[in-house]
């Protein structure tokens, strides 16, 4: 894999490290799974919108997986480049410098993950 797939690398690392928890700890697991699902199940936001939202609380909280799995999601629900980077543009505005620097990562994760679909 090359340096330019970093974050199709790290979010299949990160599955196969979680697996020891499910199998450890279904219960939580299963849990957060289902939370997972509620939270992101269309209501008067859609899915997409959902999903922002949850990128930019991992730029905030500057957690590279949390970009990887929700780029990811970002292209299966046809996000634009556009919206990723207007997203970023709050991320940033809420959290400042730090929040820059993960909105770099963010859009990085975003374009492999659209590289990767087309």
């Known amino acids: 894999m090359s340096s330019t797939d970093r974050y199709q690398e790290l979010t299949t690392r990160t599955n196969r490290h979680l697996a020891p928890l499910r199998s450890g700890i279904p219960e939580v697991m299963q ?57 970023l543009g709050v991320a940033v505005y809420m959290g400042g410098g730090p929040s820059l620097m993960y909105a770099a990562h963010a859009m990085e994760a975003f374009e492999e993950f659209s590289r990767a679909a087309a």
Do not use: S, Y
Not at 31 to 37: D, H, K, T
Not at 55 to 84: N, P, Q, S, Y
């Open 31 to 87: 849990g957060f799974g289902a939370m997972a699902r509620a939270a992101l199940a269309p209501g008067h936001l859609d899915e997409k919108t959902k999903e922002l939202i949850a990128m930019a609380i991992g730029v905030a909280v500057r957690c590279d997986d949390c970009l990887g799995f929700h780029a990811k999601a970002l292209v299966r629900l046809g996000a634009t480049a556009e919206e990723v980077r207007e997203m």
